[in-house]
């Protein structure tokens, strides 16, 4: 069983062999790929992926087009159950890039909309609240995941990562920022809304994990978070809260 659906979106023949209901469907792969070159579009770290000189980013618009075609080969081999395997928080990472086709691969497991007809995704929240917003925190900048399109939205041109989990991570590629939003809910109690954003965090947070173990990639979540700094860092509002964060990378061990 191949655990990645974004696996499939190599060729459409490949379909024919992913039993039904494990197979991405053409709506949601012409959404992925429609996605990911507009994401390619933007993004200039997908040009170091592809062995081409890298631009400095300053923000993710009007990039020259690098369609991605293949999808990532570790994902594509590994099993769930080899995930599950291999799940572990890493001690400590190296500071290569992460490419940026990978990255948005990465962003879509975690929270990516898998079901573009109701909008919801791969994570669940309550009452399909959504309020969890994720930044994501590269040595170019800090960008929102924009789920809809799956790709990022400038933030700043500020490397924050050092910010993020106690100066412990500051080498890895990336760092996300769990950001709830509180606004968002419909209900509940704020105690309520607090436990159910935790719950959200590690749900992500698992998505992070296990795309990571498929990809031989390093991850770690953290609640050492110096909050009220990155919230000022972020410009986050009075009802957005930094919950967790978990840094992303080539694990150095
Ligand atoms: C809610 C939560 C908070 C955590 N906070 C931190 C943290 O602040 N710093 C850190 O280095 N690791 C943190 N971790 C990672 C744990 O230390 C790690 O999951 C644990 O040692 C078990 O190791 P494993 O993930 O490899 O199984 C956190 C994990 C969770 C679930």
Known sequence: MRWNPVASRRADSREESIPEGQRLSRRLFVHKVTAITAAALAGSSLLEGCGAA??????????????????????????????????RSANA?????????????????AWGINRPDSGKRTAPSAGNSQEMDLYVLLPEGTF????????????????????????????????????????????????????????HAGFIGQNVYLFCAAEGLGARFYAGIDRAALKESLGLRTDQVVVFGQAVGVPNE
Not at 75 to 85: G, I
Not at 144 to 160: P, R
Request: glycine residues 4%; hydrophobic residues 45%; aromatic residues 8%.
């Open 144 to 199: 929102l995941y924009d789920a809809q399109q799956n790709q990022l939205t400038a933030v700043s041109d500020q490397d924050l990562r050092s910010k993020a989990g106690g100066g412990k991570f500051g080498d890895a590629a990336v760092n996300l920022v769990f950001v709830a939003d509180y606004a968002k809910f419909k209900m509940g109690s704020r105690a309520e809304q607090e436990m159910w954003s935790a719950a």
């Open 54 to 87: 890298a631009e400095q980013p300053t923000a993710p618009t009007a990039r020259p087009s690098v369609a991605p075609t293949t999808a990532p080969a570790a994902a594509d081999s590994a099993t769930l159950a080899d995930a599950f395997k291999n799940r």
């Open 93 to 109: 990472f190296r500071s290569d890039p992460l490419p940026r086709e990978k990255l948005l691969d990465l962003l879509w497991a």
